[in-house]
């Protein structure tokens, strides 16, 4: 669903260099590496970075360690970046401060013109451990990144999903029922109880 979901974005072009930010195993690169000039995929975990150069390995994707603190990268290096959930732009893994450092990162790195796509849990009444919509489009605003659209793409405990988990549902249904999941999504805003699954488009002005 996801990868539909940046399908239809239509946000990365062929001479385009694209960082994923927080890859884990890889699992967007390769389809990232088939639109793109160049792949880059970082993570902390040195572990996952092992299955992704095991399991999603492209001749134009590099997956490298990154330490928390700095992209290891120049300034103004990638016309794209990627950074799809897992709790990456959430309170429990990059505090206030932490983020936005991290902003600030995303930023420097980042050419103008150039974009940032994210995926990320959104609650409606916001856990402890959770940015609120607001105050996470807020950090990326003081930073001059200008969010030209966001929308929920996916309803959080979707049942669905569980059942896809289960085996019940044959894999030829899957993008169908993707597609269903988005269309039905995308208009809606407010009043939920649940979370769901947004995607953020951030664009840095040349």
């Given at each position: ?87 990456v732009l959430q309170k429990h893994v990059f ?53 030209t659209s966001h929308y929920p793409i996916r ?52």
């Open positions: 669903l996801q990868k539909l979901a940046l399908d239809r974005e239509g946000a990365f072009k062929s001479t385009d260099i694209v960082l994923d930010f927080g890859c884990g195993v890889g699992r967007f690169c390769p389809s990232l590496a088939s639109r793109c000039s160049q792949v880059y995929g970082i993570d902390t975990g040195t572990e996952v970075l092992r299955l992704a150069v095991q399991y999603n390995a492209r001749p134009n994707i590099i997956y490298q360690v990154y330490d928390g603190e700095t992209i290891p990268f120049p300034q103004s290096y990638f016309n794209a970046i990627l950074c799809v959930f897992g709790g505090p206030e401060e932490q983020l936005t450092h991290l902003v600030g990162e995303l930023q420097r790195v980042l050419k103008a013109p150039g974009m940032i796509i994210a995926i990320e849990h959104v609650h409606g009444r916001t856990p402890a451990r959770h940015y609120p919509r607001e105050e996470l489009l807020a950090h990326f605003t003081r930073h001059g990144l200008v969010c309803k959080g405990h979707w049942p669905i999903l569980y059942m896809i988990r289960l085996g019940l549902i044959p894999a030829s249904l899957f993008p169908r029922l993707a597609q269903y999941e988005l269309d039905k999504r995308r208009h809606e805003r407010e009043a939920y109880l649940d979370y769901k699954d947004y995607l953020f488009r951030f664009e840095k002005k040349g």
